[in-house]
């Protein structure tokens, strides 16, 4: 997966015409998790990417758009504690604790979440 660069979550999201077009087992709707993003911006993430979308054209056929489960979340250092709430609540199956946030750069860190 390294090297992957994500598309932005909420762009994906919103024109995505699959009902339940991200972790389906835990927000049930595309509109809950437009939702999750938008809390996860609200507490500080500078940018929020849905991981590789499961794209095969018998999905978008079958469900209106692609799938995913997983997100790369990026926000600054001072905002790890506000990111890391809206995380804990989300309840990820993965990448939802403060030992796997990795530092980016001097200031900026990277939180990859997983539903399975």
Do not use: H
């Given at each position: 997966?390294?090297?992957?660069?994500?598309?932005?979550?909420?762009?994906?999201?919103?024109s995505?015409?699959?009902?339940?077009?991200?972790?389906?087992?835990?927000?049930?709707?595309?509109?809950?998790?437009?939702e999750?993003?938008?809390?996860?911006?609200a507490?500080?993430?500078?940018?929020?990417?849905?991981?590789?979308?499961?794209?095969?054209?018998?999905?978008?056929?079958?469900?209106?758009?692609?799938?995913?489960?997983?997100?790369?979340?990026?926000?600054?250092?001072?905002?790890?504690?506000?990111?890391?709430?809206?995380?804990?609540?989300?309840?990820?199956?993965?990448?939802?604790?403060?030992?796997?946030?990795?530092?980016?750069?001097?200031?900026?860190?990277?939180?990859?979440?997983?539903?399975?």
């Amino acid at each position: 997966m390294s090297g992957y660069k994500g598309s932005e979550a909420l762009s994906w999201l919103r024109s995505n015409k699959n009902k339940c077009a991200f972790a389906g087992n835990r927000f049930e709707t595309t509109a809950n998790a437009i939702e999750a993003v938008k809390r996860l911006y609200a507490a500080g993430a500078t940018e929020v990417a849905v991981g590789p979308p499961l794209e095969e054209p018998e999905r978008i056929q079958k469900y209106g758009g692609p799938y995913a489960d997983m997100l790369d979340v990026m926000f600054p250092k001072k905002k790890t504690e506000q990111v890391l709430a809206v995380v804990k609540s989300l309840r990820p199956d993965l990448g939802g604790k403060k030992k796997n946030v990795i530092k980016r750069d001097e200031g900026d860190r990277k939180l990859m979440l997983w539903w399975d």
